[in-house]
């Protein structure tokens, strides 16, 4: 079965915005076994738009189109496309009630042109957008699936899991079975994982095993392929066993799993509670953490330090240690960690201090160097920690670092 | 002169990698006055890259074609394009000797596959690579320029801006110019800016105007074209000035601003500092101001008080609030603005109480109830805000929502 992806929307054709919708859409109809031929993006344009389902719709089973669903004047895919197809457009009343109650809830007045985000081409099947106004729709046309979605990617990635994944698998009725799984990694190279699972990476071998990075996490994939989902995941299961005994502890979680997780994971299982204080990364240390659902029973809370008077003041940092060592040293983020974990009563804490630059850094200390504590009821660990890149880079793979100490030390206590 | 813009590569079409070069295409093609009709992807296979060829060549001046001139065998670019324009491929040998210093001078035997990219189609034009091995080149087929180049971006761009762009120039005469701006909004709906505007968007107006969405911020699009840049200029900047007039202070930046800039910006105009007091937003509203580089002069601390002990200890908010109005009021919420402001002695400070969920939310205070104060040294104001969606997009909401009110307050404050 064939597939096309259609992005449209004049923004992605003046180099403002990067499409992130693609790849998205591109991973998932590979995983359900569609031959993808091509990515279109085209504007908001009826005549190109025409262009692009004719070209699309030539050799493809299915073409999954995402944008111009708006409520605005220059979002024309669902008139397009029922144009496209011969067949007029409908209100679709319970779209409408949908788009009306997402206004009530936030209070505020419906305007007249929403209603259109509730129309649908006639025939056509609607898939519901629980994170948003318009409703998107699949429809037949000739023996070519068309399925559209709005652009915004957390509408569209919420509908194509709810509704579209589901249908697609439905409508394969695949024989095969595909299972990918993603061995999330922090703390080693890709070369060095490379080399230690070298053996299992062979083009042809089932299951098939290969590496990616993505924001400093290494992840190593499994693709196993079975005639039933048992066989599949049997053959994984064996796979996953083999490189988590060879790469022991750097694996933290799986799939979408991030460091913050794992965490999560260990205070829940240990019945430990947190506290976090952070210099050079701002906050994102908390943020990361309490993205987490139920993260409040184990989150006590974070205090962000910035100037060097609310560490002394919300920290309890000697105001000496400032003139000796400097802020950015393994004792201050020392005295961090410890001042975080004894004012709010929490069983582990960590503490972050650095530069994360571009301007504040000295040949001494570099933008960069960052230092990181974990406190526990029995003894604080200090680490110094060197990162390159900008400044959002630097806070993010010191957060992530900070988090990993704080995994690697819940994983070695039992108890508190 | 119509453009389209082709992207060749395997990898592309798995959702591994998103594809920026298109983007980075996209806004130079505009500026130089093309307008572009698609941007095209497909994998590397002969059927599919002649195909997209013959869709992109039918309407366009120019087709700009990255990726496939690697070494290896699945890189067939090069020797299609030779095909598709019906010559051969010859050795151009200043490309080669390139190659082969590049080996010298790291120091490495060059593979005998390398030579490939010294290959040129008869009667091309080379596009010299100072970044890599591979050779560029621009072929005429028919009216249609075809314009080659690698996918590593950093390759890519080295030489779109050292042969291509002034090429371009040369040969549109640079007769019309394109510029594009951004207004970025929040606090508004797209179709409420819709309606206020729809007067400006028009398909043929110039400038075109257009509005899009993207993580809860509504931007206008502007898109002037003229024969000269400064004639280009003159009229976004009229269509600009007509279009704040009518939004007012919704729009809060330009281009890939996002509202903490604005923050930083006031901040600074104003000789202000700001602290941070966060619930339900967890660390989020800290960490996209410390995004901001040197916002170390300005922002003086952040406190994450998950806990009530917290935020009574941390924040001196008083212990009988939670038992009557509770932990979720405006009331909480203007406390903790008022007790990071008097604590850490800032000027201003904001304040964020509510219910990221997925779990927590009772008939009178639901999921997405979200209660922020800002506190400055004449007065403290509180707003209850409905958020939709999961947890991470109420976060992200809400913090956008605090920063907004920051803004909103320092516009509002010519001293503190």
Known sequence: MKAEILSIGTELLHGKIVDTNAAYLAEKLNECGFDLQSHLAVGDSRDLLVWALKVAAERSDLIVITGGLGPTRDD????????????????????????????????????????????????????????????????????????????????????????????????????????????????????????????????DRNPNVGTMVHDGIISVRINAAGDTSAEASKRLDATEAEIRDILGDVIFGTDSEDVEHAVARLLKERGLTVAVAESCTGGLVAHKLTNVPRISEFFLEGVVAYSNAAKTRLLGVPEALFSTVGAVSAEAASAMADGVRQRSGSDVAVGVTGIAGPTGGTPQKPVGLVFIAVSTRRATEAKEFRFAGPRTMIKDRSAKAALNMLRLALAGCGAP
Chains 1, 2 share one sequence.
């Open 76 to 203: 024309i895919t669902r008139q397009t496309l029922a144009e496209f197809c011969g067949v007029p457009l409908e209100l679709h009343e319970p779209s409408l009630a949908h788009i009306r109650e997402l206004f009530a809830r936030r209070r505020i007045h419906m305007p007249e042109n929403n209603k259109i985000q509730a129309m649908i081409p006639r025939g056509a099947t609607v898939i519901p957008n629980p994170n948003g106004t318009a409703a998107g729709f699949a429809l037949m046309n000739g023996k070519t699936e068309m399925i559209s979605m709005p652009g915004v990617p957390s509408e569209m990635k919420a509908m194509f899991e709810g509704w579209v994944l589901p249908h697609l698998a439905e409508r394969t009725g695949r024989k095969g079975v595909k299972i990918t799984r993603l061995l999330n990694a922090y703390g080693i190279s890709e070369s060095l994982v490379d080399e230690k699972i070298h053996h299992l990476m062979a083009p």
